[in-house]
């Protein structure tokens, strides 16, 4: 996807697990989405697990050729995106919450993909609408690029991103049993890199990244020791390479972090 490289662009959204807003810069802006969109599916997944359509423990067949929602033609994942695990095992039976599992932890597109093919796009859009994700999209396949040039693409806003991570936190993206889930899923997250590199060691943290060329962005809920826990998302546009944009969501996130607020006493701290 095209990038203007012109001037870099950091966008943000800082909210408490309420989803109240506390600071942020630009936090409606449009981002491509990258990998931010696998929360929205991690969603999607849980919801339909709770209205008992797709049991998470129900399998999937393993495939790693994908059809095109432009044409139907067959795709695969960019050599340089291949989940090799999930691709070793073309043909066996996984769960829906291995799949869900590994489009989390260590960002499998393969594994969105067969995520995405099962349940279609339409669960998706109701879902953001019902948490008020209004700038947000998800209309195309990872790497589908028939689409993309066709104008489908998947789109994300800061403050989007924070409003699905915070109902996750409150239990209200899905049910409070899902949402424990999920919760637990992001916190094994394998990609610190970015918002939770510039925290102390040992702060418990559950977050999303996402990035291709231009393009970084990490989505986080934070909990301190020592303060009310909160919703940080930072989105990164035009930087000449990825370190400097890792550096500036770095910045970003030690801000967030000097200005933690007190633990209100009545607030639960999931």
């Known amino acids: 996807m095209p990038v203007d490289m012109s001037e870099p662009i950091v966008a943000f959204a800082l909210t ?5 807003p506390r600071e942020g810069h630009l936090p409606d802006r449009s981002f491509y989405a990258a990998s931010t969109m696998k929360v929205a599916v991690l969603v999607d997944v849980f919801r339909r697990h709770d209205a008992g359509v797709a049991d998470v423990d129900s399998q999937v067949t393993v495939a790693t050729m994908f059809r095109s929602g432009v044409d139907g033609s067959s795709f695969a994942i960019d050599a340089d995106e291949v989940d090799a695990e999930l691709s070793a095992r073309v043909g066996d039976q996984v769960s829906i919450r291995y799949l869900a599992e590994r489009m989390i932890t260590v ?6 993909n067969l995520l995405l093919q099962l349940s279609g796009f339409e669960g998706i859009a109701v ?3 019902d948490l008020g994700a209004h700038g947000t999209v998800v209309q195309r396949l990872l790497d589908d690029d028939r689409a993309r040039a066709a104008g489908r693409d998947n789109h994300v806003t800061p403050a989007d991103l924070s ?8 239990g209200v993206a899905a049910s409070p049993r899902s949402c424990a889930e999920m919760l637990a899923i992001l916190g094994r997250q394998h990609y610190r890199d970015e918002i939770p590199a510039a925290l102390p060691a040992g702060t418990r943290v559950a977050n999303k990244t996402g990035w291709v060329t ?8 934070v909990w301190p020791r020592d303060a009310a826990p909160y919703c940080l998302t930072v ?4 930087f000449q390479d990825q370190q400097s944009a890792r550096q500036a969501i770095q910045e970003v996130s030690a801000r967030a972090w000097a200005r933690r607020e007190p633990a209100d006493p009545g607030e639960a701290n999931l």
């Open 235 to 238: 989105c990164t546009e035009g």
């Open 107 to 112: 960002s499998s597109n393969e594994a969105t």
């Open 214 to 221: 231009g393009i970084l962005h990490d989505t986080a809920l």
């Open 16 to 20: 408490d697990l309420a989803g109240r």
């Open 163 to 170: 409003r699905l991570m915070t109902a996750i936190a409150g």
């Open 127 to 129: 879902l953001l609408k």
